[in-house]
């Protein structure tokens, strides 16, 4: 007997190919979960019916989510069919189609499992919504409320749209300044680097609320007549930039600190200054890579504008608070959540988008 037949035979004898793992256990759990969403839906639309007065118009809404919440016994269906294939080939010895079959049958299963899942969550939150005789619904989207505060509330609105455009123009400028001093080179710029330092720390460090307490109550009583003549608008712009100022210029300063040295190195050999290499150089590819950190920090100052509802600025949320103290209902603010998630959905999934640009000219798609 060869050494290599010894070590073959012997030694190292060829595994029995295993069996697939079987579909069953996953279908089972699938169904379980097809026939927890179908009950769940069904009491759900009974809720939405019945809160409703067996309008035509809801109970045609949970008929069509009780058909949709059917979906899921269609893929759990399947895996049950893949798994008796999976025991027929099995049977016959087909051990590789029998692989692909469960496979197929337990991504199935899996695809089961997802959609009952999320048409439990819907149906729960239906049923929570319409609890109590509608307590929740008639408590936050009352639609007579809503359509009362609907066009005061709009107005003021505009007011937080128009806050958060000034400050945004404002921080970006101020925050690439503040980033572009902390980062000035050699002694000359210490004590440059150390005001921009202590100022980017005690921003970062006092509430947005508390810097607009400040600012618009605290700066007309200093007595100075260009405060005490400035309106309460502007001086939450003013709050709010300096709160953001800090948190942009720290992301300025990472895209300036992700950029090469020696594209600095080379700029300043081609007989460009320091102000030339900045501004040729290295702020047009910084500017280029923080552009999604950007726009979410912008997104945090958009909703952060209704935070001048305390200062006493006419805004959104404070027109919506005096309705709501008048009518005795939530609606108008759960309108102004609206406003806001209308204005910054577009803005996150665009940022989605640039994230995903930029992951792919990286890879060289």
Not at 326 to 351: D, G, H, K, M, Y
């Amino acid at each position: 007997m060869s050494a290599s037949s010894l070590v073959n035979e012997e030694l190292q004898p060829t595994p029995s190919p295993s069996p697939p793992r079987s579909v069953y256990g996953l279908a089972v759990v699938a169904l379980v979960l097809a026939v927890a969403v179908t009950a769940v839906m069904v009491k759900a639309a009974l809720m939405l019916r019945d809160y409703n007065n067996d309008g035509w118009v809801s109970t045609t809404v949970g008929v069509v989510l009780v058909v949709l919440s059917l979906y899921a016994w269609v893929p759990c269906a399947r895996a049950f069919v893949a798994g008796r294939e999976r025991g027929a080939l099995l049977a016959k010895g087909e051990l590789v189609p029998s692989r692909r079959v469960a496979a197929r049958g337990r991504e199935e299963a899996n695809i089961s499992m997802g959609y009952a899942a999320a048409g439990l969550i819907v149906a729960g939150l239906m049923i929570f919504l319409f609890a109590n005789s509608g307590g929740v619904a008639s408590t936050f989207f009352a639609i007579e409320p809503i359509k009362k505060s609907f066009h005061q509330v709009l107005h003021a609105f505009w007011t937080n749209i128009w806050v958060a455009c000034v400050s945004e123009v404002l921080v970006l400028i101020l925050g690439l300044l503040v980033a572009i001093v902390r980062m000035l080179p050699g002694r000359a710029g210490m004590p440059l680097r150390m005001i921009a330092i202590v100022y980017c720390d005690v921003f970062r460090a006092i509430p947005a609320i508390v810097v607009i307490f400040l600012i618009v109550f605290g700066l007309p009583l200093t007595g100075v007549h260009f405060f005490q003549t400035m309106s309460g608008t502007w001086l939450g712009i003013i709050a709010l930039t300096l709160t953001y100022t800090a948190y942009v210029s720290e992301v300025y300063r990472a895209g300036l600190a992700s950029i090469h040295p020696s594209q600095s190195a080379a700029a300043r050999s081609l007989g460009l200054g320091y102000v030339q290499t900045l501004r040729t150089v290295l702020v047009p590819q910084a500017v280029r890579r923080v552009i999604p950190p950007l726009l979410n920090d912008f997104i945090s100052l958009q909703k952060d504008t209704a935070l001048l509802s305390t200062a006493a600025v006419a805004e959104a949320l404070l027109v919506s608070k005096l309705w709501e103290s008048q009518l005795f209902n939530l609606s108008p603010v759960v309108l102004v959540a609206a406003f806001f998630i209308i204005i910054t959905i577009p803005q996150a999934r665009f940022v989605d988008y640039l994230i995903d640009r930029d992951a792919a000219r990286r890879a060289g798609k």
